[in-house]
Structure formats: structure tokens, C-alpha cells
């Protein structure tokens, strides 16, 4: 006999009780297997690829190099010469240029630095000896006091001789590390180059034949985009050195005391300025304070000299030589070398820019393949149009949002 339930209570689970009843779940046992072998895989590579990171940056390195000099090469193929060949002249070219610029530099290099031995050596035979002449030096202004902690510092020196000897080390197994990696950078160029068509099929033939037209097409934009780039910036770090070099001698032959190390401080402009936004400025204030400390006319007009030339290298230089290889906002380039620098240091910062074209360029072909969907304006990846209006575009909404009407004044 069933027992009939009181009207007055109210039900646990079900229709009009506490806790409603849950439909059956769908997630299945094996999908929970699925996900957790899926998030233990990718969570094994990424740990891979920081265990090869060094690798990595060395694979990074090599792609841009190759990127650059693929041009060349390829200008050599076509005139019948064999791509191997090919490689192997434009790395003696290379060799030839380097020995070129070490035949210019190292001599007045060693020059100077056997000056500054010498001036060194100098100061010790004086009366009261270096000490005495960075007061004489510091005094000028007003550092004199700060003398007193460099010389304590540097009378514990012979006492921690012996614990210099682990930092050398340090250095050696740096000097022979970077050696290493220099070969193996050449060397993964160097097959890079060699089979590039090859990767490039293989990994086309991995998507739809509908798609590979346009990879390719996109393949090719972003390579002119680093290659472009890269040898922009080789030719305004080329041009930023030679003119502090021309602006420095001039100055040993108009100024009492001259510019000394002209060679040195030129080729730290030179480098400093491949480094995105901050080396020109960071190279120009290690010259200018350099300038200072030979003399205050020499730090002025060098301090002016800089100001005006990075006026003309970012207004003038950049768009020309740049040219049509990057089209980025300036808020993108300063957040892509920020998170450059942040993940691979100097390296990072100096691919953030070549990298974020290419994400822009992905972006441009994503756009355009949505407007080809939609029926709208197609634009190419070298469109001038802003970045709203080629959304606008791709949508299908071609015509312009318009644009809000003033209020009527009361009478």
C-alpha cells in the first residue's frame, strides 16, 4: 500500500524542490582523458623548449640571417650559379667586409688604447699618483668627497685577487661559448638557406591546396618584411657610426684637446643604435658624458649634434629606408620591444618589430579573407586605410558610422 505525500511538503530534488534535478552530464571519461593528456603534452613541450633555449635563440638568430641574405643568394641562382656555391660566396663576402672594417678599426683601436696604457701610466708616475688626479678631476665638479670610498675600495683590491679567478673563468667559458654559437648559427644558416624551398613545400603541403596560394603569398610578405627591416637597420646603425666618427674628428682638429677615442665611441653608436628606440639614445648619452669629461665645449656640441641627428634618423632615415617593410603604429613597435626585451633580452628587442610586421600581416589577411566572405572592401596588406576602417571594411558595412548631430537650441 503506497503512502500518499502530505500536500504541505515540499519536495528535496525534482520539479519545485530545493535542488532542482541536474541533467545527466555529458562529459564523458575518455574526453577527461583526452584533456589531461593534451595538457600534459603541451605543458612537456613547453618545458622542452625551455630546457633548448639556447637553441632556440640560435634557431631565431639563424631564420633572420637567412631571411636577409636569401635575396642575394636567390639573385645568384637565377644567373645560373648553384645555390650551395652561392651561399659560400656570400659568406666570403661577408668574411671580406668584416676583415674590411677590422683592417679600419683595429689599428687606430690599438692606437688608442696603448694611449690610454700610457696615460695610465703616466698618472701612476706623478706626484701623489691616480688618486690625486681624480680629485684634481672630480673636484671640477664638486665629486671630490665620493675620492674617499674609491680609494678604500680599491686598497682592499689585492685581497680579493684570488677571487677574480673564478669570474675569469666565467669570461673564458663565455668567450668559448659565443665562439660555438657562432658556428652553429652559420652553420643552421647555412642549410636553412639551402633547402628553404623544400621547408617551405613541405610545410605547405600540411593545408588545404585552397589555402596554400595565400600562405605563400603571406610566406613571402613577411619574409620581405624582415628582410627589409633588418638591412634598414644594418644601414642607419652603418650611417649613425660614421657620422659621430666625422662629427668626433672634426673636433680633434678644431678643439683644443680634441675628441680622443673616436674609433671606440663611434662603434658603440654603431651598435647601441640597432637596439629599437633606446640604443640611439643610450649610445649618444655614453658619447656625450665621455665628451664631458674631456671637456664641457666637446660635451656640448656633441650633446647638440645628437639631438639634431636622431631628429633626422626618425624623421628622415627611417621612413626611406624602412620604406614599405614595416607599417606599424608607434604604440605596437614600443609594446612589441618591451615584450621583446622581457622575454629574450637584447635579442628580443631587436626581432619584437620584424615579429609584430608579421602578426600584422596575418592580421591583414585575415581581414581580407573575412571581407571576401562578407562581400566587402578587400584590403591589401600594404593598405594605408587605419586599422578601424579596414574592420569596417571586412564586415561588410562599408559605409561610414554617421556622425552624431549637434542639439537643436530651444527657442
Same mark, same amino acid.
Given at each position: 500500500?503506497?503512502?500518499?505525500?502530505?500536500?504541505?511538503?515540499?519536495?528535496?530534488?525534482?520539479?519545485?524542490?530545493?535542488?532542482?534535478?541536474?541533467?545527466?552530464?555529458?562529459?564523458?571519461?575518455?574526453?577527461?582523458?583526452?584533456?589531461?593528456?593534451?595538457?600534459?603534452?603541451?605543458?612537456?613541450?613547453?618545458?622542452?623548449?625551455?630546457?633548448?633555449?639556447?637553441?632556440?635563440?640560435?634557431?631565431?638568430?639563424?631564420?633572420?640571417?637567412?631571411?636577409?641574405?636569401?635575396?642575394?643568394?636567390?639573385?645568384? %641562382?637565377?644567373? /645560373?650559379?648553384?645555390? =650551395?656555391?652561392?651561399? @659560400?660566396?656570400?659568406?666570403?663576402? !661577408?668574411? *671580406?667586409?668584416?676583415? &674590411?672594417?677590422?683592417?679600419?678599426?683595429?689599428?687606430?683601436?690599438?692606437?688608442?688604447?696603448?694611449?690610454?696604457?700610457?696615460?695610465?701610466?703616466?698618472?701612476?708616475?706623478?706626484?701623489?699618483?691616480?688618486?690625486?688626479?681624480?680629485?684634481?678631476?672630480?673636484?671640477?665638479?664638486?665629486?671630490?668627497?665620493?675620492?674617499?670610498?674609491?680609494?678604500?675600495?680599491?686598497?682592499?683590491?689585492?685581497?680579493?685577487?684570488?677571487?677574480?679567478?673564478?669570474?675569469?673563468?666565467?669570461?673564458?667559458?663565455?668567450?668559448?661559448?659565443?665562439?660555438?654559437?657562432?658556428?652553429?648559427?652559420?652553420?643552421?644558416?647555412?642549410?636553412?638557406?639551402?633547402?628553404?624551398?623544400?621547408?617551405?613545400?613541405?610545410?605547405?603541403?600540411?593545408?588545404?591546396?585552397?589555402?596554400?596560394?595565400?600562405?605563400?603569398?603571406?610566406?613571402? %610578405?613577411?619574409? /620581405?618584411?624582415?628582410? =627589409?627591416?633588418?638591412? @634598414?637597420?644594418?644601414?642607419?646603425? !652603418?650611417? *649613425?657610426?660614421?657620422? &659621430?666618427?666625422?662629427v668626433m674628428t672634426i673636433m680633434n682638429f678644431t678643439l683644443p684637446g680634441g675628441m680622443p677615442y673616436a674609433v671606440v665611441l663611434?662603434?658603440?653608436?654603431?651598435?647601441?643604435?640597432?637596439?629599437?628606440?633606446?640604443?640611439?639614445?643610450?649610445?649618444?648619452?655614453?658619447?656625450?658624458?665621455?665628451?664631458?669629461?674631456?671637456?664641457?665645449?666637446?660635451?656640448?656640441?656633441?650633446?647638440?649634434?645628437?639631438?639634431?641627428?636622431?631628429?633626422?634618423e626618425n624623421n628622415v632615415l627611417q621612413p626611406l629606408v624602412y620604406g614599405r617593410s614595416v607599417q606599424l603604429h608607434p604604440l605596437?613597435?614600443?609594446?612589441?620591444?618591451?615584450?621583446?626585451?622581457?622575454?629574450?633580452?637584447?635579442?628580443?628587442?631587436?626581432?619584437?618589430?620584424?615579429?609584430?610586421?608579421?602578426?600584422?600581416?596575418?592580421?591583414? %589577411?585575415?581581414?581580407?579573407?573575412?571581407?571576401?566572405?562578407?562581400? @566587402?572592401?578587400?584590403?591589401?596588406?600594404?593598405?594605408?586605410?587605419?586599422?578601424?576602417?579596414?574592420?569596417?571594411?571586412?564586415?561588410?558595412?562599408?559605409?561610414?558610422?554617421?556622425?552624431?548631430?549637434?542639439?537643436?537650441?530651444?527657442?
Open positions: 500500500m503506497n503512502e500518499e505525500r502530505p500536500a504541505n511538503v515540499i519536495p528535496f530534488t525534482g520539479g519545485g524542490g530545493l535542488i532542482p534535478r541536474l541533467a545527466r552530464p555529458q562529459v564523458t571519461a575518455r574526453t577527461v582523458v583526452m584533456v589531461l593528456l593534451t595538457t600534459l603534452v603541451v605543458v612537456g613541450l613547453l618545458f622542452l623548449l625551455y630546457q633548448l633555449r639556447q637553441l632556440v635563440r640560435w634557431t631565431l638568430i639563424a631564420v633572420s640571417l637567412a631571411l636577409a641574405l636569401a635575396p642575394a643568394i636567390n639573385w645568384l %641562382e637565377r644567373r /645560373g650559379i648553384k645555390r =650551395g656555391i652561392g651561399i @659560400g660566396l656570400v659568406y666570403l663576402v !661577408l668574411l *671580406a667586409v668584416i676583415a &674590411a672594417i677590422a683592417a679600419l678599426v683595429v689599428p687606430p683601436l690599438v692606437d688608442q688604447v696603448q694611449g690610454l696604457a700610457a696615460f695610465a701610466t703616466d698618472l701612476t708616475r706623478r706626484p701623489g699618483g691616480l688618486e690625486q688626479w681624480l680629485r684634481d678631476q672630480t673636484g671640477r665638479f664638486g665629486l671630490a668627497s665620493y675620492v674617499d670610498t674609491v680609494s678604500a675600495q680599491l686598497s682592499t683590491l689585492p685581497s680579493r685577487l684570488g677571487a677574480a679567478a673564478g669570474p675569469l673563468l666565467t669570461i673564458t667559458r663565455g668567450i668559448v661559448s659565443s665562439i660555438t654559437a657562432t658556428i652553429s648559427i652559420l652553420l643552421l644558416t647555412f642549410f636553412l638557406l639551402l633547402d628553404s624551398g623544400r621547408f617551405i613545400n613541405a610545410g605547405l603541403a600540411l593545408f588545404n591546396p585552397v589555402q596554400r596560394p595565400r600562405l605563400r603569398r603571406l610566406l613571402g %610578405e613577411s619574409a /620581405g618584411a624582415i628582410h =627589409g627591416y633588418i638591412n @634598414g637597420n644594418l644601414i642607419i646603425s !652603418l650611417i *649613425a657610426g660614421v657620422g &659621430a666618427f666625422l663611434a662603434l658603440v653608436v654603431a651598435l647601441l643604435d640597432l637596439i629599437p628606440l633606446v640604443g640611439a639614445t643610450l649610445g649618444a648619452a655614453i658619447v656625450v658624458v665621455v665628451g664631458l669629461f674631456v671637456g664641457v665645449p666637446q660635451g656640448l656640441i656633441l650633446l647638440v649634434y645628437f639631438i639634431v641627428y636622431q631628429q633626422v605596437a613597435i614600443f609594446l612589441a620591444v618591451l615584450a621583446g626585451g622581457e622575454l629574450l633580452g637584447i635579442l628580443g628587442a631587436l626581432l619584437a618589430i620584424p615579429v609584430a610586421e608579421i602578426i600584422r600581416l596575418i592580421g591583414a %589577411e585575415f581581414l581580407a579573407s573575412r571581407a571576401e566572405e562578407t562581400g @566587402g572592401i578587400v584590403h591589401g596588406t600594404q593598405s594605408p586605410a587605419p586599422i578601424d576602417q579596414v574592420a569596417r571594411d571586412a564586415s561588410g558595412s562599408a559605409t561610414e558610422l554617421p556622425a552624431p548631430t549637434p542639439p537643436h537650441d530651444k527657442a
